[in-house]
């Protein structure tokens, strides 16, 4: 800002300022600011004045000094001359000056007048300069809040636009001598479009997110099923090499402290990585827009979407294809375990009850989708690798922390379904293996063949055989064997990994291998009972007697097998019973074998009850008889146990002697002779011949006993003997009351026919 100039109220003072000055600078600078204050407030006359007076002054003063001192006044008058003439000079030159001055003052004036107007204006300018730095200010933190948005940086965009209201806007709009007030309040107008703008953006970007984590689904399932069976190979090998790490499953503290060296993050791995920065960005987006439940809303509707598109219509669980049961479980497991994460990461988003909401819900559309499928598969193999997939899958999501209740309970639909197919295809198995069998002893030709057999049955031979050999039971016992072994083998596959209720195996197979062994085996067996062929019959009495022993073995083997949770006691297969009690139906059907043969070769005997001469040789019946008797036991009945041979011919002689005590008392024969009896003996002492020859023949003989004495009757001199009870008891003891009198009566018949004359020569 310029100086002020000084004001004058009296010139006298600034003249003598002006004549005292040291230099002609001084001098100058003492002049003109008193010519300009003349010029400018019109005392020029005044200010000429006071310079006339304090010359007057100085001339009266020299005056007197020239009285006083001529000399010296002369010297001064010239000198005052000079300074006279100096002063008219320098008068005329202040008075050029000061019309200098005053045009310049005019010529000063108007330009003020023109400053002080450029000053107007550029105050205007730097208003409005200053107003567009403001404006420009806000635009600038506008565009940069849209650059942010354009950069995909939300948080910041929207922190932006915040910043901006609160340090631009808000202080403009409230502030009336603002110049920026209008556009204050159009851009604090259209925040809420730039915050939905944002929101928008987010909610898109969100959207890609979900979509890509909808499409990974299924391979992060495929990688945590991947890790889960590294996992399960891990803890079999510790099990093995421990085995008291048996009773540890997966997922049990125990095999995590074993399994903690092997970390591994499913959501982020070489494999697959799971990003959550666009979730957790939209997460603070709408928390700083106030929006967070509705966010937390569209979020859930969004993934119950998801959830229905992972769904299908229908699976097929014959082919693991993309409509396979591995890709639903795959999918859903990834799915569950992209919640749970993001509800551990973000509580306040997912709570557990949304988590647990949406998983029962698909795990309750798996079982069903499972459960329509399931009426398709017909191989008990495809449902123990339906059963591997979702124990797996249980696995890995009891790992996760969902509740697996409802998946193991389903498994045991699966057991059942898996149960019912192994039970139909074994029984097809034994009904042919049975249905086929040659019912003949088995041949062995190598000792490899006989090991194999030895260690697939429950067979113990006595002694080392000689290879080759002949084994007792026929071909359909080891068969059979070893379907009962593969039968009890792939029931407990079942239980592998995972399976939470073994006593439902347990008492499932046993009731299963109690079907299979009495209605596909015994049952086919005692039907097959029917046949005519003896040696038929005796091969399966001997199968029966195996299976019986199999049996026995088999219930300690279920008490060995069986889980820690089942009932203890012993395990008794109805089966064993059946086949025990079925051994009897087989040796009654032998027995009617021998005996009927026994009748067709009695049929044929022709005894002359009435014959003239004495037979030489006895009877060919009997000699066939005995013959039959004795093949039978060194072939067909030769691999029967001592026990049943014996009983055999036990039950064959008495069944022998009935029907040859039958003959003489068949109604038929009216009379009997001596030459009749006589033959009758010597068939019965050939007979009695042939069982001295055979083991344990005192026990066997006792058959012949009613035989023997009704022959003996026959032949007493004294037939009154009978009749005396004392007599009778001591030699006739095991006639029947009934039959005695009869044959007698027969005898006395004859006796009474012939004339006295002969019959004293008889006597």
């Not at 890609?208 to 079999?236: C, D, M, N, P």
């Not at 090991?451 to 031979?461: A, G, H, L, R, Y």
Request: charged letters at 25%; proline letters at 4%.
């Amino acid at each position: 800002m310029p100086r002020r100039p000084p004001q004058y109220d009296d010139y006298r003072g600034a003249v003598q300022q002006i004549i005292s000055s040291s230099s002609d600078t001084d001098y100058l600078d003492q002049l003109i600011p008193a010519l300009k204050d003349a010029t400018n407030s019109n005392r020029t006359a005044s200010f000429m004045q006071s310079l006339s007076h304090y010359a007057d002054e100085k001339e009266a003063n020299i005056e007197q000094i020239g009285l006083t001192k001529h000399d010296e006044f002369l010297q001064s008058v010239n000198q005052l001359q000079t300074v006279r003439e100096g002063t008219v000079a320098l008068t005329s030159e202040i008075l050029q000056l000061n019309q200098s001055i005053q045009a310049s003052t005019e010529k000063l004036a108007a330009q003020k007048e023109k400053l002080v107007e450029t000053k107007s204006i550029r105050q205007n300018i730097a208003e409005a300069s200053e107003g567009l730095k403001e404006s420009l200010k806000i635009l600038h933190a506008v565009n940069q809040a849209h650059d942010l948005i354009r950069k995909r940086k939300y948080y910041a965009a929207l922190k932006a636009l915040d910043d901006l209201q609160n340090e631009h806007l808000i202080p403009t709009i409230q502030n009336k001598y603002a110049t920026q007030h209008k556009l204050a309040d159009i851009i604090q107008k259209s925040i809420p479009a730039s915050q939905k703008a944002i929101s928008d953006a987010v909610m898109n970007d969100l959207n890609t997110w979900l979509y890509r984590i909808r499409e990974t689904s299924q391979f992060l399932g495929e990688v945590a099923f991947y890790h889960t069976s590294l996992r399960q190979k891990r803890q079999k090998e510790r099990s093995e090499a421990n085995p008291q790490l048996k009773t540890y499953s997966l997922n049990s503290a125990i095999e995590l402290v074993f399994d903690e060296s092997e970390e591994f993050d499913v959501l982020e791995n070489d494999e697959v990585s799971v990003e959550f920065g666009p979730l957790f960005e939209a997460i603070h987006i709408h928390e700083a827009l106030g929006q967070s439940e509705k966010f937390r809303q569209e979020y859930a509707a969004t993934r119950r979407q998801q959830k229905d598109l992972l769904l299908p219509a229908s699976i097929s669980l014959i082919e693991d294809d993309e409509n396979g049961l591995s890709s639903l479980l795959e999918a859903i497991a990834g799915f569950a375990i992209i919640e749970k994460a993001t509800m551990r990461r973000s509580p306040n988003l997912r709570s557990p009850v949304d988590v647990d909401e949406l998983w029962d819900s698909m795990i309750q559309s798996a079982m069903k989708l499972i459960t329509k499928a399931l009426d398709e598969v017909d191989n008990a193999e495809v449902v123990l690798k339906i059963k591997g997939v979702i124990a797996l899958f249980i696995q890995t999501m009891d790992g996760w922390g969902y509740s697996v209740t409802a998946l193991d309970n389903f498994l045991l639909t699966l057991f059942e379904k898996y149960a019912e197919l192994l039970q139909r295809r074994f029984s097809e198995d034994f009904h042919e293996i049975v249905s086929t069998d040659d019912y003949m002893p088995m041949p062995i030709a190598t000792l490899e063949e006989y090991e194999k057999v030895v260690n697939v049955t429950w067979f113990t031979p006595e002694k080392e055989p000689t290879i080759p050999c002949v084994l007792p039971f026929s071909q359909m016992y080891p068969l059979s064997c070893i379907d009962i072994r593969n039968f009890l083998n792939q029931f407990y596959f079942f239980a592998d990994n995972h399976f939470q209720h073994p006593n439902v195996i347990d008492e499932t197979l046993k009731k299963a291998l109690d079907h299979l062994l009495s209605q596909k085996v015994c049952k086919i067996l005692v039907e097959r009972l029917n046949s005519q062929y003896l040696g038929q019959i005796v091969q399966i009495l001997i199968n029966l007697e195996y299976f019986e022993t199999a049996c026995r073995e088999l219930e300690l083997l279920l008490i060995q097998a069986r889980s820690s949770t089942s009932a203890g006691g012993p395990i008794v297969l109805n089966a064993t019973e059946e086949f025990r009690g079925n051994k009897k139906t087989a040796e009654k059907r032998i027995f009617e074998l021998v005996n009927s043969k026994i009748d067709d070769l009695v049929e044929t005997a022709e005894y002359d009850w009435m014959a003239p001469t004495l037979e030489a040789e006895p009877s060919s019946y009997m000699s066939t008889l005995t013959q039959y008797l004795s093949n039978i036991m060194t072939s067909t009945l030769l691999g029967l146990p001592r026990e049943i041979k014996e009983l055999i011919y036990f039950d064959a002689l008495s069944h022998t002697a009935n029907l040859i005590l039958a003959l003489p008392l068949n109604p038929n024969v009216k009379k009997i002779n001596p030459n009749g009896v006589a033959a009758l003996a010597k068939d019965v002492q050939y007979l009695s011949d042939f069982i001295d020859t055979l083991d344990n023949a005192p026990i066997l003989k006792q058959n012949l006993d009613e035989l023997q004495q009704t022959v003996l009757l026959m032949q007493t001199e004294n037939p009154d003997e009978f009749y005396d009870i004392g007599v009778r008891n001591r030699k006739f003891g095991r006639v029947d009351a009934m039959s005695g009198p009869m044959i007698l009566e027969k005898y006395v018949r004859y006796l009474l026919s012939v004339p006295l004359p002969f019959f004293l020569g008889l006597r």
